[in-house]
Every structure is written in structure tokens, then in C-alpha cells.
Nanobody
Framework: EVQLVESGGGLVRAGGSLRLSCVFS????????IHWFRQAPGKEREGISC???????YYADSVKGRFTISSDVPKNTVYLQMDSLQPEDTAVYFC????????????????WGEGTQVTVSS
């Protein structure tokens, strides 16, 4: 059974930082790319970052320069370090997995976590 479990969400003030964690099980990181998506109230799900086992990383323009994705292979964990947070970053953040590839479309994802809420106050 494949599982992805997010944690680390919460309430933070504008300009602050937060680190999200995604612990995955039932899959091999080398066979999947791990992504972060987010969905703000009233908006569509947005792909914001992706990482592969060989350390290729991708970022949406909306978070480039502020967010950093990384992995800890022995812990089966992917992190999303979020700096310079703004109210526009308020959303539910999802960890997802796609077989062998990074993409920015929700329909391409093979597995989804349940999400963790991030709220940025102004």
C-alpha cells in the first residue's frame, strides 16, 4: 500500500518560514518523482515543486526563489522549505508521487497524500 503523509503545516505570519515534510512508504523513490501541490480556497490545484531521486528539482514561478525542495533518502522523506511566506501562499499543501517523471498537472499524479493546511497571516 502506497502512502504519503504530510506534516508541518500551521499558522505563520507574512515573511515567516515553514518546513513541510512528506513521509512516503510502499514505493521506491528511484521509481517515482515526489511533488508538492497546493490548493487555495476557490482556486484550482497548483503544482509548485518536484524532486527526483537523482536530485533534479523543479519549481513553479509562483514559488521560485522562496521555496526549496529536498529529500532525505534513508528517512523516505521529502521536505519543502518555505521562506518569505505571503498570504497568497495560504493553501492546503499536498505531497504526491508520479511514476518516473515530474509534471505540473494533478491528473498525472499516481498517488496523493491527504494534505496539510498552511495559513499565512498579513
Amino acid at each position: 500500500e502506497v502512502q504519503l503523509v504530510e506534516s508541518g503545516g500551521g499558522l505563520v505570519r507574512a515573511g515567516g518560514s515553514l518546513r513541510l515534510s512528506c513521509v512516503f512508504s510502499g514505493l521506491t523513490f528511484g521509481e517515482y518523482a515526489i511533488h508538492w501541490f497546493r490548493q487555495a480556497p476557490g482556486k484550482e490545484r497548483e503544482g509548485i515543486s518536484c524532486i527526483t531521486r537523482d536530485d533534479r528539482t523543479y519549481y513553479a514561478d509562483s514559488v521560485k526563489g522562496r521555496f526549496t525542495i529536498s529529500s532525505d533518502v534513508p528517512k523516505n522523506t521529502v521536505y519543502l522549505q518555505m521562506d518569505s511566506l505571503q498570504p497568497e501562499d495560504t493553501a492546503v499543501y499536498f505531497c504526491t508521487a508520479q511514476y518516473y517523471a515530474c509534471s505540473a498537472t494533478p491528473r498525472a499524479m499516481d498517488y496523493w497524500g491527504e494534505g496539510t493546511q498552511v495559513t499565512v497571516s498579513s
